[in-house]
Each structure stands twice: as C-alpha cells, then as structure tokens.
C-alpha cells in the first residue's frame, strides 16, 4: 500500500484523491487505507516518508539501500534499515 501510494503521491506533488485512485485502478486502495488507520493517518504516512529528512535522504533511498544490504549480508531487516539511516546520514 505504502509504495503505490508514496508513487502516485509523487507523480501527483500532492496526497491522491479518491477519485484520482479510482481512476488508476487502485481504488480499493482507499476502502484499505479507512481499515488499516484511517485516511488522515496515511496522508501523514506518506507525505513523511516521500519528503527528505535532514541529510536529504528519503524514505525511498533508506529503503533501497536496506534491501541492498539485506541482500549483501541477511540479517535482521530492522538492522539493515538501521545502518542504512546511519550510512545514509553519515554521507
């Protein structure tokens, strides 16, 4: 849920409408967001994880670099994703 809606927040600038979902296809997307926290809590969901923190690195760069390093060394993937905010931060 969270990546399609990351990428449609992305392409749009902007949290999609209903309609906008609906229109892509994914409009049981919506009725998923009401069930799993409610809509106001996945706004803020991903329009934190789709703007950079303080070293410029997104969600998406933390994310990416956590499966590289899973995909490296295995691991615990809460693990990864911490050395990957920790690499990422660092640079």
Same mark, same amino acid.
């Given at each position: 849920?969270? /990546?399609?809606?990351?990428s449609?927040?992305?392409?749009? *600038?902007?949290?999609?409408?209903?309609?906008?979902?609906t229109a892509?296809g994914?409009?049981?997307?919506?009725? /998923?967001?009401?069930? @799993?926290g *409610?809509?106001?809590?996945?706004?803020?969901?991903?329009?934190?994880?789709?703007?950079?923190?303080?070293?410029?690195?997104?969600?998406d760069?933390? /994310?990416?670099?956590?499966?590289?390093?899973?995909?490296e060394? *295995?691991?615990?993937p809460?693990? @990864?994703?911490? /050395?990957?905010?920790q690499?990422?931060?660092?640079?």
């Amino acid at each position: 849920m969270e /990546a399609e809606l990351l990428s449609i927040t992305a392409e749009l *600038g902007r949290f999609p409408k209903r309609a906008e979902l609906t229109a892509r296809g994914v409009g049981g997307l919506w009725n /998923a967001m009401q069930r @799993n926290g *409610g809509i106001d809590a996945w706004r803020a969901r991903v329009i934190v994880a789709s703007e950079p923190d303080v070293a410029g690195a997104t969600h998406d760069d933390i /994310a990416r670099r956590a499966y590289f390093l899973s995909q490296e060394r *295995g691991g615990d993937p809460m693990d @990864n994703w911490l /050395a990957a905010e920790q690499e990422l931060r660092a640079a």
